[in-house]
């Protein structure tokens, strides 16, 4: 099959995009038999999380990476081309293989939209043959296609904060219990840093479904632990000068990296990547020497991302609920600290979008509202419509993307930052703009 005909296959897949999301595992299990049960053929690391999972995951990659191993990296939703969901050694997956995994896909005509991605990125990692397969859950864990997955090399969950309540429960307890499920016996899971409550819920269904072991990233530097226990269970993770951090783990592992992401909410997800790299340092004896330099060389767009436009900058980040804002705001207001910002803001409606605002309209001197992509209706879901925005802060709402970025660009002084978030699809908008690259319908599944 030539690349010309990835049109086609892509063409078909949008055509499942109106169904919208649809939880269940029996679909998608059904599929992955009938054409051989690719998933087994792979050691896969499944990583969940309400934020930073997407930055963990590509952390673990480029440790594995620098380590020589053939990697790949299923992750959703996209910022510009479809292909960006599958990597293979770090790129976006070749139009031609991308191709004949997603036709595959599509022959199983019961699959949804986002099952049908996730079914070609398996088929598309064993194709590739990648020594490792590092899996992004989609939507919560105990139902999401991804959770296919009978034996991963190992797990991690990231966070858990107020996102998809509708799908996955009001309150941090409920969405813990369906992010936890992602465990399975006798597979090793790594716990970012995680509130009491949501700690206690995902430490429950974990030990019932025989996780182990399970090692907890805490934040602040390593002391004393109560018991030989806890020692054996714990990464600690803590500020050093410079924006480097230091993370140890057991056994007297120790070290001190500036990550290549950056922001203070990076820390723990650097320390995820770590945990598992030392992990999975019994199956690849390279990894636990590559983590430092991987920390340091992950690159993943969209996430405090700078790319300059005249003599300001556009700061891209995909912050787009309430947890996700306040990290952003953190690093605003610390290590970043911008002379003047100008805010370009865009979200979804079923987001927590007014919470979201209110952490980052104040650090603006001058906001700039837009719809993310009035194609995003065709999953079902629309946008909030910029003069509801304005009735929260005020601000300016040009009609695209096109414009708001002409318009804040002529205004902005030497050494502004213009801020771009609240939207995945929005940062994604922007990002093909400023860079001139080609762009894949944006689809929220």
């Not at 716990?191 to 019932?208: M, N």
């Not at 509202?369 to 929260?392: D, F, I, K, N, T």
Request: proline residues 7%; neutral net charge; glycine residues 10%.
């Amino acid at each position: 099959m030539s690349a010309a005909e990835l049109r086609g296959p892509l063409a078909r897949l949008l055509a499942r995009a109106p169904q919208g999301a649809a939880l269940g595992l029996d679909r998608t299990r059904r599929a992955l038999a009938r054409m051989g049960d690719p998933q087994r053929d792979l050691a896969v690391v499944h990583v969940g999380g309400t934020n930073g999972k997407g930055s963990a995951c590509a952390m673990l990659e480029a440790i594995a990476r620098v380590a020589g191993l053939r990697t790949g990296l299923y992750t959703s939703p996209h910022l510009c081309r479809f292909a960006e969901r599958i990597r293979i050694d770090g790129s976006p997956i070749a139009d031609e293989p991308f191709a004949r995994a997603l036709s595959a896909a599509l022959a199983q005509a019961d699959l949804t939209f986002f099952e049908t991605l996730t079914v070609a990125g398996l088929v598309a990692m064993r194709e590739a043959e990648v020594d490792l397969a590092i899996v992004e859950v989609g939507l919560g864990g105990r139902l999401d296609a991804t959770n296919v997955i009978e034996r991963p090399a190992a797990a991690a969950i990231t966070s858990i904060g107020l996102d998809h309540t509708a799908l996955l429960g009001a309150d941090l307890a409920s969405i813990a219990r369906e992010k936890a499920a992602i465990a399975k016996p006798a597979v090793p899971l790594v716990l970012g840093p995680l509130a009491p409550e949501p700690a206690a819920e995902v430490e429950l269904v974990a030990a019932a479904r025989g996780a182990a072991p399970i090692w907890r990233v805490r934040p602040g530097a390593a002391a004393a632990e109560t018991t030989e226990a806890a020692a054996a269970q714990s990464v600690h993770v803590a500020a050093a000068e410079g924006g480097r951090v230091r993370i140890s783990g057991p056994g007297g592992r120790a070290l001190v990296v500036r990550p290549g992401l950056e922001g203070p909410h990076q820390a723990g997800n650097a320390a995820v990547a770590a945990a598992l790299g030392w992990l999975l340092g019994e199956r690849w004896p390279a990894l636990p020497g590559t983590v430092a330099a991987g920390l340091e060389a992950v690159r993943w767009p969209g996430r405090l991302e700078r790319i300059p436009l005249g003599a300001a900058h556009v700061l891209l980040d995909c912050a787009h609920n309430p947890q996700a804002a306040q990290a952003l705001r953190h690093a605003l207001e610390g290590q970043l600290a911008p002379a003047r910002t100008a805010l370009i803001f865009g979200a979804l409606s079923d987001k927590a979008w007014a919470e979201v605002l209110g952490e980052l309209a104040p650090l603006a001197e001058t906001r700039y509202y837009v719809e993310p992509l009035g194609a995003l209706a065709r999953a079902g879901r629309s946008c909030v419509p910029p003069r509801a925005l304005q009735e929260r802060w005020p601000g300016y709402a040009l009609g695209d993307v096109g414009r708001t970025l002409a318009q804040a660009g002529a205004q902005a002084r030497a050494g502004d930052t213009i801020l771009v978030t609240g939207s995945i699809f929005l940062v994604g908008a922007v990002r093909a703009a400023l860079l001139g690259l080609e762009r894949d319908e944006a689809i929220p599944l």
